[in-house]
């Protein structure tokens, strides 16, 4: 599957293109949305113009499994990701859709990232070493990199359009959403973790911290966007696990980590990916979605 063609953009044009993400192609469908996952890859903020091949089918189906594994925790947004069951028009796209798409209720989205961590690493790991702390949340002294917290902890963000999301205080859900509704998010946001990070665990996979999207629909809240993903989250394999530093990684650390190797200054155009760094890319995703799922990719 590492050597099928990758799919960078899609063209669907009965009907109207609602957003174009670094990954994702959204059409708008009157009341529902049409996601479709390419096989774009991002780092540092730019969007490569290599592909990874089956990325975009490793996002949806990994995303599909999770909404079903949570759905006595949380409803979701989804419809179906039967194209079978799609709207008529979009029959002639099935082969842009098939595998990597998914129809969804729209839905009024909570304009922050809800982040658990369970483990120091990223920016957490950044600011602990200035403050002691994460995201103003208090953590016992002597802690190492990719140490496993004492406790799971609640980290939001606000969404940026352009550049690193920013981390901000849970003061700040309070005061945008109500005491009462940042509460639950919190607990929300903290249980999906636990049971994520359990079912992963029994996976031989670290889920060290992830970062959820919620909305609203007829008032009740529900998990929207991608969920559990390689992409919203850092997954480490526990055979070699080490605190004391960086963790090999089921992400696109691989990608970041080549880039790094460069002279490229992280600002767009960004340079194409060797043979040898999409291939493995590819394998590290499957193999995530292929031992957390206990599938192959369809």
């Known amino acids: 599957m590492c050597h099928e063609q990758v799919l960078l953009e899609t063209a669907i044009s009965s009907a109207p293109l609602y957003r174009r993400g670094k990954v994702r192609d959204v059409y708008d469908l009157g009341n529902q949305l049409l996601f479709v996952a390419t096989d774009r890859i991002s780092a540092f903020d730019c969007v490569l113009p290599s592909g990874i091949p089956?990325?975009?089918?490793?996002?949806?189906?990994?995303?599909?499994?999770?909404?079903?594994?949570?759905?006595?925790?949380?409803p979701s947004h989804l419809i179906t990701a039967d194209i079978d069951r799609?709207?008529?028009e979009l029959a002639r796209y099935r082969d842009q859709l098939r595998g990597r798409s998914m129809l969804v209720k729209k839905a009024e989205m909570i304009e922050?990232?809800?982040?658990?961590?369970?483990?120091?690493?990223?920016?957490?790991?950044?600011?602990?070493?200035?403050?002691?702390?994460?995201?103003?949340v208090a953590l016992p002294q002597g802690l190492l990199e990719s140490d496993r917290l004492p406790a799971p902890i609640f980290t939001p963000a606000t969404k940026a359009q352009s550049g690193h999301d920013i981390n901000v205080p849970f003061a700040a859900l309070e005061h945008a959403l109500g005491a009462e509704t940042a509460a639950r998010i919190r607990a929300l946001t903290l249980d999906i973790y636990t049971s994520a990070a359990q079912h992963a665990l029994a996976c031989g996979i670290i889920l060290a911290d992830t970062k959820f999207e919620f909305g609203m629909i007829d008032g009740?809240?529900?998990?929207?966007?991608?969920?559990?993903?390689?992409d919203s989250s850092r997954y480490w394999p526990a055979d070699t696990y080490r605190p004391g530093g960086p963790q090999l990684s089921f992400d696109k650390q691989f990608v970041r980590d080549y880039l790094e190797t460069l002279s490229w200054d992280k600002r767009p155009p960004a340079p194409a990916l060797p043979d040898d760094v999409?291939?493995?890319?590819?394998?590290?995703?499957?193999?995530?979605?292929?031992?957390?799922?206990?599938?192959?990719l369809a």
Do not use: N
């Open 54 to 74: 089956s990325k975009g089918r490793v996002l949806t189906q990994m995303s599909l499994f999770w909404f079903e594994f949570l759905r006595e925790i949380v």
């Open 86 to 88: 799609y709207p008529s």
């Open 112 to 136: 922050f990232e809800c982040v658990a961590r369970g483990y120091l690493a990223g920016s957490g790991w950044k600011d602990y070493l200035q403050t002691g702390s994460v995201c103003s």
């Open 220 to 230: 009740q809240l529900i998990l929207g966007d991608e969920v559990l993903t390689p």
């Open 278 to 296: 999409v291939r493995k890319t590819c394998e590290k995703y499957q193999e995530a979605y292929r031992r957390l799922a206990g599938r192959d």
